[in-house]
């Protein structure tokens, strides 16, 4: 029920997840009344869906603690997460309050031992192909443990999405040089060089590498990651509205537009932000897929594909098998500190 158009959206993007994947099966949950006669528009995804019923869903404007308060046991995107909860589902994908869901998914699923706090991991489309970027927005303000923690587990993200034996993993910082960057993010370089972790770590990298694809997971804390990605959207949408003007100012240059249609149809296709979409709740007891809530049909099936490979290569699992090597490694420093303290 969440997203700008809830069911007129969500249904046909399920729909195009079932051809895809035609293992999956759907519990649906929100109002019947919109849902049943959208599935009938739908025989596949009609075969392989159930319907659960609720008529309270929370609002996309809706404070996360009054979402908790009011949606509890009753709202679409509790009963949905709590579907996970119970092992009535395997996943929960929702393109609703983004705030409300993370809210409701760390209550009803609880984070894994260990875990401070959980984050949101966005895939970046990068010159090389894609990227992991985590934080962007569920912790403000980070401190090195928790980056080290956000580098393991974005790297068993990268694993499971992009089938590779061992990402590279980059913190964000505002220079490469060692002595640069806040105390967090150096003091996370060095438990990351020095905890001799199953990660290859390569070291700081800046705003501009994330587009380049430098590393396969860029780490970060929410409230630069949330300003770097949503810088980053807002400069692909300028970038497109100059060329469109530019494209459209004389008679040559629209002929030219027309001679370079191919090209522009491969570009527009590249950076179409719905193959990209879908943000990885890491740290959860449990996994949760967050759609842009803009997105069309297909963007919410590319969520659900996301989804899948979450679920598919078992990213729950390896992150909770490295964060206890991470966990183990940590003890020794954090006696080190606290005789130091002392």
């Known amino acids: 029920m969440g997203g700008d158009r809830g069911p007129d959206v969500v249904i046909p993007g399920a729909e195009l997840a079932a051809i895809r994947h035609p293992d999956f099966r759907f519990l649906l949950f929100g109002d019947q009344s919109r849902i049943a006669p959208l599935l009938e528009r739908h025989p596949r995804l009609k075969e392989k869906s159930e319907i659960r019923h609720t008529d309270v869903f929370v ?8 979402a908790l308060r009011q949606g509890r046991g009753k709202s679409s995107m509790w009963m949905a997460i709590d579907s996970v909860r119970q092992g009535d ?36 489309p990068t010159l090389r192909s894609e990227s992991v970027v985590l934080d962007v927005g569920a912790t403000i303000g980070a401190d090195a443990r928790q980056l080290v923690e ?44 020095e905890l001799d972790l ?25 409230f630069a990651g949330n300003i770097a990605l949503k810088a980053a959207e807002g400069t692909a949408k300028q970038l497109a509205s100059f060329l469109k003007a530019a494209l459209n100012r004389t008679l040559m240059s629209r002929l030219g537009a027309v001679l370079a249609a191919g090209a522009f149809r491969a570009l527009r296709d590249r950076m179409d932000p719905r193959k990209h979409n879908g943000g990885v709740f890491l740290g959860l007891n449990g996994v949760v897929v967050k759609s842009h809530g803009g997105t069309d049909a297909l963007g919410f099936a590319t969520a659900i594909d996301v989804a899948y490979d979450m679920v598919h290569n078992d990213l729950v699992n390896k992150i909770s098998t490295d964060l206890a090597k991470l966990h183990l490694r940590l003890e020794p420093q954090a006696e080190v500190l606290s005789d130091t303290a002392v």
């Open 59 to 66: 609002a996309m404007d809706a404070k996360p603690s009054q």
């Open 89 to 124: 589902a395997d996943v929960a994908v929702s393109a609703g309050n983004t705030g409300a869901l993370m809210a409701m998914a760390r209550f009803i699923l609880k984070t894994l031992p260990g875990i401070q706090r959980p984050a949101i991991a966005a895939i970046w």
């Open 150 to 193: 956000f580098a393991v587990m974005g790297e068993a993200m990268a694993r499971c999405l992009f089938g590779l034996e061992k990402p590279t993993v980059g913190l964000l910082n505002i220079g490469v040089e060692e002595i640069k960057g806040v105390e967090q993010v150096k003091e996370a370089a060095r438990l990351l060089r």
């Open 198 to 222: 199953p990660i290859r770590y390569e070291g700081f990298v800046e705003g501009d590498d994330i587009g380049q694809g430098k590393v396969d997971v860029v780490v970060t804390e929410g």
